[in-house]
């Protein structure tokens, strides 16, 4: 909803400025000027733009008498119009690049095209702007020459001729000649780029002058910021009295000593061109004399905008059904959100007039996406071929395969006949997650991809452009397959137009001996692209028009609905987009940002001219994904400065708020806090029901190992998720061994390398300790080996590596501290990595004994001298002594069972640990003496016990107490009065695969 406090009712003004439409005024004038004469047809009418000309037809058949026929005048827009009195064809830019490529080799035939296509356009553009704004060649260039000889003057030598330096100022010393040969060229075969056709129309129109040629009447109306070819194409009419020039202006920023830059430049050509006010329109007191209502729409976010211009177009249309009305896009991005927005019911018809972008279009992304694949791939040596094999890494393949337009496709394949590609992505996304594929070789894929074309099209090695357009021609045929029904026409105009641009590449590239890099081809495929629209069909003069600001000129609505009013949008951000340094733009008066930000002032202010509602929406500051959150100059401009001069203008500041709906709490206990109340609906508790009793049970039969008794304390919901629900956590690719794997290989070196002294009976001694430091990284290198199995990443690459040598260095450094350590040898191991189990009949409070399974795996099992066990546990992480000590000073017994009973931290958990591996070794029949760990980030300590004393404490004999302590953990499983629920402890829930479900 839009709230916004209560204004006041528009006050009437009297005497107020006519508000007829620009265009329908300069009609009725026409006809009425030249229509008896019958010289109307003869005229030659220039506006702004090809939506001018459309509206200015209509207004002209309307303006003519019932039952009088009228021969239209010629009517183009300005570029059209200079286009055609230059007699040329204006170029595309792609061939316009690589015509100034070839003479640009011709100068330096060390130049690399890679490179030129960085700078290329630019330069086009700049050669376009110096033609258009005629100025001097010889004089551009020479003063660009000198400002760089500045640069590089030094007292001291001029820098080698091979030198970057040296060919850098010498390109700026041969742009004269390069400009003298692209233009020749460019006259030579009657083509031109947009600035030359304009410097080629002013020079042919002054070459019919001279001659006295009779050349027709000219109507300039509604112009806005002019060319220099622009202006002195009028200024040579109007001295051959063959000339009218009429703009469209206001008082309010036309008037003398005005701040508003909108009507700078008008002032100027009112100088300029000799013309009287009154082709001004008076100045008109449009602005500051009309009634009209203003409103200033906040919405949170870019994409909210389309929603809330159709509301506001939906409730223009039901309040005045005549209306015309403009929803005018500064960013053009926003186009498809607002036509998703449009309220069919309320606005059955509009007019589309700037066409879509094509890379604002879903193919484009899916084409973005294979250039990301291809060019974050890596190329390996092959010992085969000699050549680089691709390799791609699995998320940009991922993120292809999933693209709609695929997944489409998908969709129509799992319909055909033939069964063996039904699933094909589903299958390939998979296999890649299973295998943890992380650079994928393009045979891989293919092979994955059970040889169909749409993988090879896809990932078919690319090595130049012609690889490129024929993947493309491949991806467009069988794209098309699944988009022939009635319902897909957008996308497969989307196809069509790729297709079309694929083919004028192909047609351009074909024939030249410079082949170009995927990253070259790709900056020439996007720069068709973005000059690429899809039309909309629709009533040309429609009373609902969704156009850009630049389409607005000489335009007039009732209504106007602008998005985007923000800064760096409207207007757009102050770039330097030329290869001209500053200084020569001003010096040789070629258009700066500063003329373009005027230009946009006069867009802005004389859209609002006449129309009597005004809808401006911005977004508010901090919203993501923003270039800025400021309102834009014009927003504030009428707030301080138009407001303070109509008072007739009602300014409305809105914000958009989505409707919460209301939220019911369930009652509390008195005295509960809000806070607490909240805390009690988002908490996720389970009760322990018959259903989940009996669950738990079967968990318990079948084995509790230690890591799952503290998973239960530490948490019970991630015990219940894991352990009873079984919910398997999201697979994804690992492209580096985890903590789990790391552990895993560490522990597997160890064991291969003590594995002989074990099988052989025979103590770890200190001579033979040299030996295993040797054998160390064999083993570990084995080791990470074996966990890749099934994986696809190596372990010689990348962070694997790294990780391999830490282990390395671990295993070594735990070997090496044996000879350190006092009594450490000779090492007698009775067993490694030993599966212990042994079943306890638990008593429970219904006088059953539960028989409760429990397993484990203890790393080692040592023997020491006085032939007493000391099971051993391995830990790749930082633990100190003082971790394993539950007992603390000043404090019995009872205390440290409580713990180790209760404790939900790390210390508590190794304790538990250790305590259940000693106690499964005793129900075997082979009573440990000693727990210790063995911590491989803190070698020093040596193999640091657990002191389990408390459990012996006053005679008690160790196995029967840890039977008591387990059933009493036991029953607290199963005790239904305590609920599963989630922890406390925030940092636990860190890592937690299933974080998401209980919202942390």
């Known amino acids: 909803m839009i709230t916004a406090p209560a204004s006041p009712t528009l006050a009437p003004l009297t005497n107020r400025p006519d508000t007829t439409p620009f265009l329908t005024r300069m009609a009725r004038e026409l006809v009425a000027k030249y229509g008896p004469s019958g010289d109307l047809s003869d005229l030659v009418v220039v506006v702004p733009t090809r939506r001018a000309v459309v509206y200015l037809q209509n207004e002209l058949s309307l303006a003519a008498e019932a039952g009088q026929a009228v021969w239209s005048p010629r009517i183009a827009a300005m570029e059209d119009y200079m286009v055609e009195l230059a007699g040329v064809q204006v170029e595309e830019p792609i061939a316009l690049q690589l015509l100034l490529f070839e003479i640009l080799r011709d100068i330096d035939p060390k130049l690399d095209f890679d490179q030129f296509v960085g700078w290329s356009g630019l330069l086009l553009q700049d050669f376009s702007s110096l033609d258009q704004n005629l100025a001097s060649p010889k004089k551009v260039f020479e003063y660009l020459s000198q400002a760089k000889a500045l640069e590089r003057w030094e ?8 030198s970057t330096t040296a060919a850098y100022f010498r390109f700026w010393d041969d742009l004269e000649k390069v400009y003298r040969r692209l233009r020749r060229r460019m006259e030579q075969t009657h083509l031109a780029y947009p600035g030359l056709a304009y410097r080629l129309a002013v020079n ?75 082709n001004f329109g008076g100045p008109a007191e449009l602005l500051r004399g009309l009634p009209r209502e203003v409103r200033f729409v906040g919405v949170a976010n870019a994409s909210m905008q389309g929603k809330v211009a159709g509301q506001l177009l939906a409730e223009s249309r039901r309040l005045n059904p005549s209306a015309k009305v403009a929803v005018v896009l500064p960013d053009e991005t926003l186009l498809l959100p607002v036509l998703h927005g449009l309220p069919l019911g309320a606005v059955p018809e509009y007019n589309v007039t700037m066409g879509l972008n094509f890379q604002s279009t879903p193919l484009f992304n899916l084409v973005d996406l294979l250039f990301e694949v291809h060019l974050t791939g890596v190329r390996e040596g092959s010992p085969e071929t000699g050549y680089g094999v691709p390799r791609y890494h699995h998320l940009a393949v991922s993120k292809l395969l999933q693209h709609p337009f695929l997944r489409r496709y998908q969709h129509w394949l799992d319909k055909q006949e033939d069964t063996r590609h039904h699933g094909l992505l589903d299958h390939v996304c ?12 393009a045979e891989e894929l293919v092979e994955l991809g059970r040889g169909h074309e749409l993988l090879r099209a896809l990932f078919a090695t690319w090595n130049n452009c012609d690889d490129i357009i024929a993947a493309c021609y491949t991806l467009i045929n069988l794209l098309k397959q699944a988009y022939q029904d009635q319902h897909s026409a957008i996308e497969a105009e989307y196809l069509y137009l790729f297709f079309t641009l694929v083919k004028r590449l192909d047609s351009v590239f074909d024939c030249r001996e410079q082949r170009l890099s995927v990253r070259s081809f790709r900056r020439f495929l996007y720069e068709q692209m973005k000059a690429t629209r899809l039309p909309f069909s629709g009533e040309p003069i429609a009373d609902v028009q969704v156009m850009g600001l630049l389409e607005t000129r000489a335009l007039d609505f009732d209504h106007i609905i602008i998005l985007s009013c923000n800064e760096n949008v409207l207007p757009a951000p102050k770039r330097h987009s030329s290869l001209f340094p500053y200084d020569v733009l001003t010096t040789f008066q070629l258009p700066t940002y500063a003329d373009h930000e005027s230009a946009t002032a006069h867009q802005f202010w004389r859209l609002l001219q006449r129309a009597r509602q005004i809808d401006l929406l ?35 500041d809105l914000t958009v708020t989505s409707p919460e709906p209301e939220q019911a709490l369930p009652p509390t206990h008195a005295g509960a806090s809000a806070l607490e109340a909240s805390d009690e609906t988002t908490d996720l508790v389970l009760e322990k029901d018959t259903g989940m009793l009996l669950a738990l049970r079967e968990v318990l039969t079948k084995g509790l190992s230690p890591t799952a008794l503290n998973q239960y304390l530490n948490c019970s919901l991630q015990f219940y998720f894991q352990r009873v629900a079984r919910f398997r956590e999201n697979d994804e690719v690992e492209e580096a061994l985890g903590p789990d794997g790391f552990g895993t290989v560490v522990h597997e070196a160890l064991e291969e390398l003590l594995g002989p002294f074990q099988l052989n009976k ?22 990470l080996r074996r966990e890749e199995e099934g994986r696809h990443a190596r372990a010689d690459e990348g962070l694997n590596h790294v990780l391999g040598q830490v282990a390395s260095q671990l295993v070594r450094r735990y070997l090496e501290s044996l000879l350190e350590q006092p009594d450490a040898l000779p090492l007698l191991i009775q067993s490694q990595e030993e599966a212990l189990q042994t079943t306890v009949y638990v008593p429970l409070p219904t006088g059953e004994k539960l028989p409760v399974s429990l397993v484990g795996f203890a790393d080692r099992v040592d023997q020491l001298p006085d032939g007493r066990l000391r099971v051993v546990d391995y830990k790749t992480g930082m633990v100190e002594k003082y971790n394993l000590q539950l007992l603390k000073r000043g404090e019995g017994p009872a205390d440290a069972v409580q713990r180790l009973l209760q404790d939900a931290t790390p210390a508590a958990d190794k304790v538990r640990q250790l305590w259940l591996y000693r106690f499964l070794l005793a129900q075997g029949g082979r009573p440990a003496a000693d727990a210790a760990i063995i911590s491989l980030r803190n070698l020093g300590a040596g193999p640091m016990s657990a002191d389990m004393s408390f459990l012996t404490a006053d005679g008690q004999d160790f196995v029967q107490h840890s039977e008591r302590l387990l059933s009493q953990l036991v029953n607290r499983i199963l005790d239904p009065q305590e609920p599963i629920r989630k922890t406390d402890d925030l940092d636990k829930c860190q890592y937690c695969p299933y974080k998401g479900i209980c919202a942390r």
């Open 155 to 162: 007292l001291g030598a001029e820098p080698s001729p091979q």
């Open 618 to 652: 911005h977004i508010l500051p901090g919203a993501e994904g923003t270039r800025t959150g400021e309102r834009s100059r014009f927003l504030l401009q009428i707030e301080n400065d138009l407001a303070v001069q109509n008072p007739g203008l009602v300014l409305r």
């Open 430 to 441: 998979r296999a890649i997650v299973k295998r943890h594929a992380v650079l994928l070789p």
């Open 204 to 278: 042919r129109v002054q070459d019919r002058l001279e001659k006295d040629e009779v050349l027709p009447q000219h109507i300039f109306i509604g112009l806005g910021l002019l060319s220099k070819a622009e202006e002195k194409l009028i200024r040579l009419l109007r001295k051959a009295r063959r000339a009218e020039v009429f703009f469209d202006a206001d008082a309010f920023y036309l008037e003398r000593g005005s701040p508003n830059r909108a009507g700078q430049h008008l002032r100027e050509y009112q100088e300029l061109f000799d013309l009287p006010w009154e």
């Open 762 to 783: 025979q103590p770890v001694t200190a001579p033979d300790i040299p030996g295993l430091v040797k054998l160390a990284p064999i083993m570990v290198a084995k080791a």
